[in-house]
């Protein structure tokens, strides 16, 4: 074997550690940034990236609250599966992404006495505070696009310990939706999803549960439809009240 296929060889093999070493350390290395970044403990099964071809696949992925919190349940994902765009890294002023896929099981949303919610504390650790922000230019693009979302979330459950009796109601909402070149997390509140949302009776104070305009634009959408369906059930009451009355009328004119 000449010596250029011999150190081909011991390349292929390097690499093949180094990916190794990758996908084995990479899970621990997002876990500890994430714990360190929002104090909630933070589990990754399986988490890869290709950096050639912008594909990132976590699996069982599972964020309980801290200890402050009365429960530990937050969020428990099955998979998110992420195709970004490179181009967009390297090129552009806001990330582009081609396809993502998030199928979640639950989400556990708890408020507590001190009216702290877990998913707004979560979110804020994320979050640039506005005096150490730059103003934005003006015409500035938005920060992201995706170009597909396919969206799965089977249950919600709302723990409440702000009163002086603790709330706490699950929901089965097993929502499956689809969406394109979404820019806002407010898109994601399709009026499928609204009247999923209110058929099972979610409130608007969900919004004191949830982060920024989203929660805002849920309590609106949801209240919304609380009052269509108000204002629906007034007019079909009126509606049958006044064809009660006519049908009265119509048989007391049939009568001698």
Not at 160 to 178: A, N, P, R, V
């Amino acid at each position: 074997m000449s010596w250029i296929a011999k150190a081909l060889l011991l390349l292929a093999g390097f690499l093949a550690l180094l990916a190794l070493a990758w996908m084995v350390f990479l899970p621990s290395v997002v876990e500890h940034e994430l714990r360190e970044l929002t104090g909630f403990n933070v589990k990754v099964a399986v988490l890869t990236a290709n950096p050639f071809t912008g594909r990132v696949v976590a699996r069982g992925f599972v964020a309980t609250n801290p200890s402050t919190y009365p429960k530990p349940g937050f969020i428990e994902v099955r998979v998110v599966r992420v195709d970004l765009s490179l181009f967009s890294l390297a090129f552009s002023d806001r990330i582009v992404v081609d396809d993502l896929d998030v199928d979640i099981d639950t989400v556990e949303l708890v408020r507590r006495h001190d009216g702290h919610a877990n998913a707004i504390d979560f979110a804020s650790a994320f979050t640039v505070p506005a005096a150490a922000s730059p103003a934005p230019a003006l015409g500035k693009r938005t920060h992201y696009l995706v170009r597909k979302l396919h969206l799965r979330l089977d249950r919600l459950i709302v723990e409440d310990y702000t009163g002086s009796k603790s709330y706490e109601k699950s929901y089965d909402l097993h929502i499956d939706q689809s969406y394109s070149n979404v820019i806002d997390s407010r898109q994601l509140l399709s009026p499928e999803v609204v009247k999923s949302l209110h058929k099972f009776g979610l409130h608007h104070e969900v919004s004191e549960l949830l982060p920024g305009d989203f929660g805002r634009a849920l309590a609106d959408a949801v209240g919304g439809a609380a009052q269509l369906g108000a204002k629906l059930q007034d007019a079909l009451r009126e509606t049958g009240d006044a064809a009660k009355g006519l049908i009265d009328k119509l048989d007391q004119s049939k009568k001698p």
